[in-house]
């Protein structure tokens, strides 16, 4: 590839990543990956990330994108042929985008509006904010890759809450396999910007470690916080708060508090786990 048009899809002029981020989103709309408001929430999502953070941004949230919209294809077809309920649908709507990515998109607008006007005392945040841009999409990343080779791996879940059994799928429920496939999407978005960014071995790890340990608080919230439901009309356990026009009746957790909003603190709880990580375990001995 010639070296100035290389130049211009690394460094990206707004018209390209904007022109780049609406293919995405229409070819993932084209694909059935996204609803309508999905489509337009990754568009903004993917004009952030590419247009201000660069290639080094996009890559690792395409791998995360690319990788866990075909794992929640595949998890959805194992599902059917097992007779297992989807309730979640495999298509991500504005919601879901913004749970799974907002957090990340935050990171790299924040660190593109600091890094014109960096004084000595926020200098820091230049090398945290883009640590904490990985380890946020580690944890989502980490969380869709337990959930979808979980159950894609058959077996039987336990609750964290009780450690009694639950369906493939559960929130707050955990397996061997999907532990594992947790720990491999947490050391996956790493390893995607590894030849990227200058990241020190020790900060790979430890980005790997916070999304694995953000996605463990994920299966935390989906046992103690997220509300789950028995249907109003057929009586059948469920995640939705209504049914058929009905609300759905409380079993445990807060009405309020779904998988959108436990994605979105788990991604908070992944960042915060890399920041202490690395303002007491690697910075200071480096």
Known sequence: MNPTLLHTFIVPPIWLAALLAALLAGGSYALRWLTLSGAIA??????????????????????????????????????????????????????QVGANGGLATAFVLLHYLLARHLTPTIMTLDRYLPMLFLAALATVNADTWATEIGSLAGGTPRLLSNWRPAPPGTSGAISFVGTLAAAGGALFIPLCAYRLWPIATPELITIAWAGFLGSFFDSILGASLQGQFRDAVTGEPTEQNASNGKPAILLRGLRWVNNDMVNLLASIGGALCAWALLRYGVYPFQ
């Open 42 to 95: 990754t568009f903004c999502v993917g004009l952030v990330v590419y247009g201000l953070g660069q290639w080094q941004a996009a890559a690792p949230l395409l791998a995360f994108f690319i990788s866990s919209s075909l794992l929640s294809k595949l998890g959805k077809l194992s599902k059917a042929a097992r007779g297992i309920p989807v309730e979640k649908g495999d298509r991500r709507n504005a919601w």
